[in-house]
């Protein structure tokens, strides 16, 4: 069975930094790289960081520098740094198997998605 947990979302002013985090299944976590994605309000669901089994990642231009994802893997774990955080960074914050290949937003075919946690970014 699917599960994923996000935490660590919350109100920061801009500037500010919060450390999301993801507790996956053992299946996913195991066979799958994982990412984070997001959705602001009337806004679709975006990718925004990625990081492999063996540890490579990959970020949206629009965090890149900023963000930094990262993974514990004897914890099933996967984590979202993020540094000099801007009010577009609102948005409720998931984590996911990297979208497949040929699939498209809200849900790039899958079926399971946590509830997400909320990251509110004030000016």
């Known amino acids: 069975q699917v599960q994923l947990v996000e935490s660590g979302g919350g109100l920061v002013q801009a500037g500010g930094s919060l450390r999301l985090s993801c507790a996956a299944s053992?299946?996913?976590?195991?066979?799958?790289?994982i990412a984070w994605y997001r959705q602001a309000p009337g806004n679709q669901r975006e990718l925004v960081a990625t990081?492999?089994?063996?540890?490579?990642?990959d970020y949206a231009g629009s965090v890149k520098g900023r963000f930094t994802i990262s993974r514990d893997n004897p914890k099933n774990t996967v984590y979202l740094q993020m540094n000099s955080l801007k009010p577009e960074d609102t948005a409720v914050y998931y984590c996911?198997?990297?979208?497949?290949?040929?699939?498209?937003?809200?849900?790039?075919?899958?079926?399971?998605w946590g509830e997400g946690t909320l990251v509110t970014v004030s000016s």
């Open positions: 996911n198997q990297e979208p497949p290949a040929g699939t498209v937003p809200p849900y790039y075919g899958m079926d399971y």
């Open positions: 053992g299946s996913i976590f195991s066979t799958k790289a």
């Open positions: 990081i492999t089994r063996s540890g490579s990642t």
